[in-house]
């Protein structure tokens, strides 16, 4: 009887030996996927067994639901699963996979709003960007702007160009509250670095100025410069006469030509016809905009025109820029 039960016993303990290492080697495995990659999306609240049965169900991985919840269980790292959206990649094994929810790696998109833009062109971009759920689509700039805690202020030129990381399903409402936020603390750093003595009353004009000066150029060495004229003409009351802010109140009118007639057809945002800054933003400005503007060259010029090849030619006079019209958009020797 004795030798019956150590035998029993025997071949129980070799039962459980052959278990775990079957066990340990399954963990070790890649897991059968039925695509590549395999979504996996995890509520917050969801259990253990609920993720293990979405690793099947939802995910498509060929596996059973039962040995992934144990394996869970017997990790002692099953409660520690974060909510969130992944991505099961080949090669995947039960080990990794569980490693990647509890740090919470979730499979990222991302989304960049482009320096000079246009708050619609941000927000078709936003509208092609990849699984970002489109919460504002049919939502005016003023509901936007309302939604985001901010009724009453415009939206152009208030949310930073930057590129944004979301994760799957993510509100598009959500990007823009980061980009928000981005251009206040940015705003907020460059108007404490301002010059002494502009003739800008709050941080507001100061991003209207850095909108025109974003639009006036892509080169980073003439920013300051350019930002210095439009300073000079503000002190002296001298028009601003800037096309990028003539082609922003045309709006979609625009063609891709500036004629006479549209210099002389008013619109709040018509520096030819009005004085001063016009009374919003008209692009999303970058950081070195945004310091262009409150730090401004030290220069005497009150002109500028383009050479043609990215660069400015600045002049104190309207005869010289007259002659630097003639000569860089003219022909002219």
């Given at each position: 009887?004795?030798?019956?039960?150590?035998?029993?016993f025997?071949?129980?303990a070799?039962?459980?030996?052959?278990?775990?290492?079957?066990?340990?080697?399954?963990?070790?495995?890649?897991?059968?996927?039925?695509?590549?990659?395999?979504?996996?999306?995890?509520?917050?609240?969801?259990?253990?067994?609920?993720v293990?049965?979405?690793?099947?169900?939802?995910?498509?991985?060929?596996?059973?639901?039962?040995?992934?919840y144990?394996?869970?269980?017997?990790?002692?790292?099953?409660?520690q699963?974060?909510?969130?959206?992944?991505?099961?990649?080949?090669?995947t094994?039960?080990?990794?996979l569980?490693?990647?929810?509890?740090r919470?790696?979730?499979?990222?998109?991302?989304?960049?709003?482009?320096?000079?833009?246009?708050?619609?062109?941000?927000?078709?971009?936003?509208?092609?960007?990849?699984?970002?759920?489109?919460?504002?689509?049919?939502?005016?700039?003023?509901?936007?702007?309302?939604?985001?805690?901010?009724?009453?202020?415009a939206?152009?030129?208030?949310?930073?160009?930057?590129?944004?990381?979301?994760?799957?399903?993510?509100?598009?409402?959500a990007?823009?509250?980061?980009?928000?936020?981005?251009?206040?603390r940015?705003?907020?750093?460059?108007?404490?670095?301002?010059?002494?003595g502009?003739?800008?009353?709050?941080?507001?004009?100061?991003?209207i100025?850095?909108?025109?000066?974003e639009?006036?150029?892509?080169?980073?060495?003439?920013?300051?410069?350019?930002?210095?004229?439009?300073?000079?003409?503000?002190?002296?009351g001298?028009?601003?006469?800037?096309?990028?802010?003539?082609i922003?109140?045309?709006?979609?009118?625009?063609?891709?030509?500036?004629?006479?007639?549209?210099l002389?057809?008013?619109?709040?945002?018509?520096?030819?016809?009005?004085?001063?800054?016009?009374?919003?933003?008209?692009?999303l400005?970058?950081?070195?905009?945004?310091?262009?503007?409150v730090?401004?060259?030290?220069?005497?010029a009150?002109?500028?025109?383009?050479?043609g090849?990215?660069?400015?030619?600045?002049?104190?006079?309207?005869?010289?820029?007259?002659?630097?019209?003639?000569?860089?958009?003219?022909?002219?020797?």
């Amino acid at each position: 009887m004795r030798r019956f039960f150590l035998i029993t016993f025997l071949l129980a303990a070799f039962a459980a030996i052959g278990a775990t290492a079957a066990a340990l080697w399954w963990v070790h495995q890649p897991l059968a996927l039925t695509q590549t990659p395999a979504e996996l999306s995890i509520e917050p609240g969801t259990t253990p067994r609920g993720v293990a049965e979405a690793v099947v169900r939802q995910a498509g991985v060929r596996t059973d639901a039962d040995l992934m919840y144990a394996w869970f269980r017997l990790s002692g790292q099953d409660r520690q699963i974060r909510a969130g959206s992944y991505e099961i990649e080949a090669g995947t094994t039960p080990r990794t996979l569980l490693a990647k929810l509890v740090r919470g790696e979730e499979a990222l998109r991302a989304v960049t709003l482009v320096e000079g833009w246009t708050f619609r062109q941000a927000r078709q971009a936003l509208a092609r960007a990849d699984s970002l759920r489109p919460e504002s689509a049919a939502m005016s700039d003023e509901a936007v702007m309302a939604a985001l805690g901010r009724p009453g202020v415009a939206a152009e030129g208030r949310f930073f160009p930057d590129t944004y990381t979301y994760s799957k399903g993510s509100s598009d409402l959500a990007v823009l509250r980061r980009a928000l936020h981005a251009m206040d603390r940015r705003l907020e750093a460059a108007w404490a670095q301002r010059a002494a003595g502009l003739p800008l009353k709050s941080a507001d004009e100061a991003l209207i100025l850095a909108s025109i000066v974003e639009k006036e150029t892509g080169r980073e060495s003439d920013r300051a410069e350019i930002s210095g004229v439009f300073i000079n003409r503000l002190r002296i009351g001298m028009l601003l006469q800037t096309d990028p802010t003539v082609i922003y109140g045309m709006g979609e009118s625009f063609d891709g030509n500036l004629r006479r007639r549209d210099l002389q057809t008013d619109t709040p945002w018509n520096t030819y016809t009005r004085a001063g800054l016009p009374p919003t933003p008209i692009a999303l400005p970058g950081r070195n905009a945004l310091l262009a503007a409150v730090q401004p060259a030290e220069t005497r010029a009150l002109y500028f025109v383009s050479r043609g090849d990215g660069t400015s030619h600045f002049s104190p006079s309207l005869d010289e820029h007259n002659r630097a019209v003639n000569r860089y958009q003219r022909g002219g020797r």
